[in-house]
């Protein structure tokens, strides 16, 4: 029977009562340490930023004052006259500083951009707009901020324009740096690719001796579009840092654009690598198709600037940046139900409709506004996989030139003495390999199995990585069958070799599978770029301390006699003909007229140029004179180099003259086509055959190098 009783004293809840208020005593101080270890690892985490941006800009700075320098050192700038200095911007270099030169020494900024884009001397005869048909912007741009900045009295115009270039590739320098450091989660991997880049700096950049190139200018500002691209497309951004990002892939990718014309072919690999990344389910569509109307936008922006530049129009980039925006806005994302082989199929499908698509609109563009300005880079494309490549002149003269050859193999050696060619390789294989397995996975018809490894795979929450590496991909194929495109490619293996060889998730997963503890891949993740680092100074630091204290000075007095002949003893408005490189250097050194320029990107001009070098033929004189008077010419200058060249049999100015004019050349055998002639070569006749020559040409200055001679 049931009976009520009396409570013991601690029994019951009165016993339970002390051990809760315990329970939530160690609740409360398990909390309160948690929040402790939260802050602490805050405030690490804000520290580590500080010292790695600070880290980043010492880098940035350092460099810049590095590089000026190497040119100091190679050139004892500071030392040689201005006529001196301006003949050291070899061929295209000088034309464009030309430029720079008139709008500072005009006689107010209004008139001197008023000649320029009326400009009468570049292309004897012919009155053209340089703002539209040359990436020159930035020669505006920092004439005008010469003209307006109160430094004139204590800064020469030419060092402002050559340590501006310089500090922008500073800015480079910190643009790899961070993208490095997003990519691997350690500041030292971005140490590491600035290391990389400056122990490597012969395959990776040409600043310190061909300054005024327009990839000087253009670098720095896709590198720094690829570091806000990577951070753009990290998983989980907070919507202030999507906006910062966008405005800096927005700011970077216009200037791109705008200051080199090799901009398009760079921006239909970026284009194609958005397209790679979306396809296979990495970013989603949004991010995807805000990155093709930068393309767009940023395309369009500088071709209202260029005064609707043909080439812009009907470039490849721009046809494939809106054809992928058409293609993408009827894509459905895919479903989980959809089997592996049906989404391999649609990719396919979708590759071949976006590359029809474009195709249609580049051609569509050429015919309704009748541009022809390109169609020497489909012929030079052509010629160069050895389709339809014949005796065409503007080919050969692409192919014959080292720049536009395969990549030799003598680069990698290099490369792989650099240290950063193996971890490259070894980074992209590993890479590709993961990407390749994450598509099969999230591709396979999901289960509860599959759905819990897809979430596990560490690239679907880096897609910032895939993007990099199939970028890497597309600007590896590029350097490869073009080697002058391997300073666009080396840095971005810097870029890449750093932040995946270094990248701490990598190591740590790596560590964990053969059982060794998180620790140990985290302490691996920060000492590997330490051991890289000593193993890149131990290789390279004696060498490049060397080259430091090598001094040497520009020395080439031929030009400059030759320079100072001309400003002395013609008339301002005389015209000239001669080489496209020469005659860029008699543009800047005496703004005196010429008629052909290194700028080939022109139909005209083209023509032209392979008329008038018909000084290095075998024609008669009576011919090449009326040639030469039909475009205006008063002088021709002609070079030993080019008339008695040691060149490889075949790739001579000469031989591909003679191709071009069906004559067989000098030395080689007969083919079908070419014809015997004896008709002496031109620029070497004249300075025997007096009798024949007398009538049309007077030589007027020679020395070892040039000939002068004046059209009578």
Known sequence: MSELRRRKAGSGKDKNRPSGSHANERARDGQQKCERKLDQVSWFTYANFIIGATVALIVGVKYALYVRELHENDMWFSNIGQLEREISFRTESGLYFSYYKQIVLAPSLFQGIHDVIHDNRTEHLRTINILERFNIYQEVILAALYRILPIQGS??????????????????????????????????????????????????????????????????????????????????????????????????????????????????????????????????????????????????????????????????????????????????????????????????????ATLLLAGAISFVSKVIFRIESDEHIFKFLKSKFGYGIGRDFDSLLYLCEKAFQFCPLAVYSRLTSGVVFPCYVLSLVAVLFLMAYTVLVNWRSKTDDTAEETNCLYLNSHPEIVYQAIQSVFFGALAITTVRFKYLWVPHMCLFAAGIFCNQAFWKAALN????????????????????????????????????????EFYDPDTVDLMKWINENTPPDASFTG??????????????????????????????????????????????????????????????????????RGCRLVDLLDLDNGHMIEGGQSEEGLQLTNVPRFCKAIKTDVRNFSAYFKKVFENRTFYLYKLL
């Open 155 to 352: 800064v020469e115009y030419v060092y402002f324009y050559i340590d501006t270039i310089f500090g922008l590739h500073g800015m480079y320098m910190v643009s790899l740096f961070v993208s490095s450091w997003v990519l691997s989660g350690s500041w030292l991997a971005g140490l590491l690719s600035a290391s990389f880049y400056i122990f490597n700096k012969e395959e990776t950049t040409r600043l310190w001796f061909t300054i005024p190139l327009r990839e000087s200018f253009g670098f720095p500002f896709i590198f720094a579009q690829l570091a806000f691209i990577t951070v753009y497309f990290r998983r989980n951004m907070s919507s202030l840092a999507q906006v910062v990002c966008l405005v800096g892939i927005a700011i970077s990718t216009f200037f791109f654009a705008l200051v080199w014309q090799f901009a398009q072919f760079i921006l239909l690999l970026e284009s194609m690598a958005f397209f790679g990344t979306y396809s296979l389910g990495f970013i989603p569509k949004h991010k995807a198709r805000t990155m093709y109307l930068m393309v767009i936008g940023s395309l369009l922006g500088v071709c209202i600037l260029q005064f609707v530049n043909d080439m812009i129009l009907c470039s490849l980039a721009l046809s494939f940046a809106i054809a992928s925006v058409i293609i993408m806005t009827f894509h459905n994302e895919y479903s989980s139900n959809d089997n592996f082989f049906y989404k391999v199929f649609k990719l396919i499908i979708n590759i071949i």
């Open 579 to 648: 080489s496209m490189q020469l005659l860029a250097g008699v543009k800047l050194c005496t703004d005196r007229h010429i008629t052909n320029h290194p700028h080939y990107e022109n139909k005209f001009l083209r023509e032209r140029t392979k008329q008038v070098y018909q000084i290095y033929a075998r024609r008669p004189p009576d011919e090449v004179y009326k040639i030469l008077r039909q475009h205006g010419t008063d002088y021709i200058i002609l070079e030993n180099s080019i008339c008695l060249s040691q060149q490889d």
């Open 513 to 552: 599978k053969i059982g060794i503890k998180q620790i140990y891949g985290k302490v691996t993740g920060h000492g590997v770029p330490v051991m890289l680092l000593a193993l890149l100074l131990y290789n390279r630091l004696p060498k490049a301390l060397k080259e430091l204290e090598e001094l040497r």
